[in-house]
Nanobody, 126 residues
Framework: QVQLVESGGGVVQTGGSLTVSCAAS????????MGWFRQAPGKEREFVAA????????NYGEFVKGRFTISRDNAKNTVYLQMNSLKPEDTAVYYC???????????????????WGQGTQVTVSS
């Protein structure tokens, strides 16, 4: 099991930028695919972005449209989500997640992620 702790959430104006981070501890972080998901009030949790263990493969939700960038620093056991051109509809709790096994090279499915952080609130004001 890996423990994940998100940080960096906050309130930002429309069009602004924010970077959220996720620090991992426990099992070997560098072997696992990492992802970001988000959940807005009254909505289901949705896929935001994921990155393979080597950073060679990234994948994004359709709504991202080039605004977000996921990255990781395996030496620091940390994954980042840089968000630019934020919109009010990006307001949500953002969750970091780790793949269930090293065999999961890349996924956008909640079912393939076995460890989750507690989430960090991102609020975009209009």
């Amino acid at each position: 099991q890996v423990q994940l702790v998100e940080s960096g959430g906050g309130v930002v104006q429309t069009g602004g930028s924010l970077t959220v981070s996720c620090a991992a501890s426990g099992r070997t972080f560098s072997r696992y695919c990492m992802g970001w998901f988000r959940q807005a009030p009254g909505k289901e949790r949705e896929f935001v972005a994921a990155i393979s263990w080597s950073s060679g493969i990234t994948n994004y939700g359709e709504f991202v449209k080039g605004r977000f960038t996921i990255s990781r620093d395996n030496a620091k056991n940390t994954v980042y989500l840089q968000m630019n051109s934020l919109k009010p509809e990006d307001t949500a709790v953002y969750y970091c997640a780790a793949g269930r096994t090293p065999r999961t090279i890349m996924s956008n499915s909640i079912a393939d992620f076995g460890s989750w952080g507690q989430g960090t609130q991102v609020t975009v004001s209009s």
